[in-house]
């Protein structure tokens, strides 16, 4: 049985928002549903559900579809890309590796 997820408002936005600049850059640049699936690897049906802003599809599969057509999802200038993943991996290696809630009971037995 399939699972039903559901997602917030700004998700939905945000993939509605996304798969129109997809299915926008793809018609700007002459090319079909078919090419554009088939150049991703995916099924027609995949590519018209993240043209139709559902969510479901993989996060990885999405983003190479909107390489494909050009869609830009961070900063345009590459330099800029590589010291924002440098921050975030000095940030990370700083944050604790995992979060961890104890369940410690508090000795106050003196």
């Given at each position: 049985?399939?699972?039903?997820?559901?997602?917030?408002?700004?998700?939905k936005q945000a993939?509605?928002?996304?798969?129109?600049?997809?299915?926008?850059?793809?018609?700007?640049?002459?090319?079909?549903?078919?090419?554009?699936?088939?150049?991703?690897?995916?099924?027609?049906?995949?590519?018209?559900?993240?043209?139709?802003?559902?969510?479901?599809?993989?996060?990885?599969?999405?983003?190479?579809?909107?390489?494909?057509?050009?869609?830009?999802?961070?900063?345009?200038?590459?330099?800029?890309?590589?010291?924002?993943?440098?921050?975030?991996?000095?940030?990370?290696?700083?944050?604790?590796?995992?979060?961890?809630?104890?369940?410690?009971?508090?000795?106050?037995?003196?």
């Open positions: 049985m399939k699972r039903i997820r559901s997602y917030s408002r700004m998700t993939l509605s928002i996304l798969g129109k600049l997809i299915r926008a850059n793809r018609l700007e640049r002459g090319m079909t549903a078919v090419e554009l699936s088939e150049r991703a690897g995916i099924s027609r049906k995949t590519l018209r559900a993240i043209e139709n802003g559902e969510g479901g599809s993989e996060v990885g599969v999405v983003f190479e579809v909107a390489a494909l057509v050009g869609v830009r999802l961070f900063d345009a200038d590459d330099k800029i890309l590589a010291l924002q993943e440098a921050r975030l991996d000095e940030k990370l290696t700083l944050l604790p590796k995992s979060v961890r809630h104890g369940k410690q009971e508090v000795d106050d037995d003196f």
